[in-house]
């Protein structure tokens, strides 16, 4: 069992920042995929931003150049900084983990991570 705790999430004017954090814990592997993705109220969730442990990262249309995806791995916790932010990024903002190391065209789809955290809301006011 992964288990993994979302926090960072808050309030903030658009274009202000926000980071966000991904505890993970428990019987993680060495080689990994994880993801940001987040689900507006009446939306599909979207996958937002994936790392493997390969170090490849890859965004969605919607946030790249604004979001960055990253990990500290002596922590083990995954990072979301968030810059630029626009009123159409208000969501629940959740992550995920799986082991193994999804293949590239699927990093941002739903299907391919078997773990998920609880979620953090984010609201970006205009």
């Known amino acids: 069992q992964v288990h993994l705790v979302a926090t960072g999430g808050g309030s903030v004017q658009a274009g202000g920042s926000l980071r966000l954090s991904c505890s993970v814990s428990g019987d993680t592997s060495t080689t990994y995929s994880m993801a940001w993705f987040r689900q507006a109220p009446m939306k599909e969730r979207e996958g937002i931003a994936a790392?493997?442990?390969?170090?490849?990262?890859t965004y969605s249309d919607s946030v790249k150049g604004r979001f960055t995806i990253s990990k500290d791995n002596a922590k083990n916790i995954l990072y979301l900084q968030m810059d630029s932010l626009k009123p159409e990024d208000t969501a629940i903002y959740l992550c995920?983990?799986?082991?193994?190391?999804?293949?590239?065209?699927?990093?941002?789809?739903?299907?391919?991570?078997?773990?998920w955290g609880q979620g953090t809301q984010v609201a970006v006011s205009s």
């Open positions: 995920a983990y799986d082991a193994g190391r999804v293949a590239i065209p699927y990093r941002l789809q739903r299907r391919s991570y078997g773990y």
């Open positions: 790392l493997s442990s390969d170090g490849v990262t």
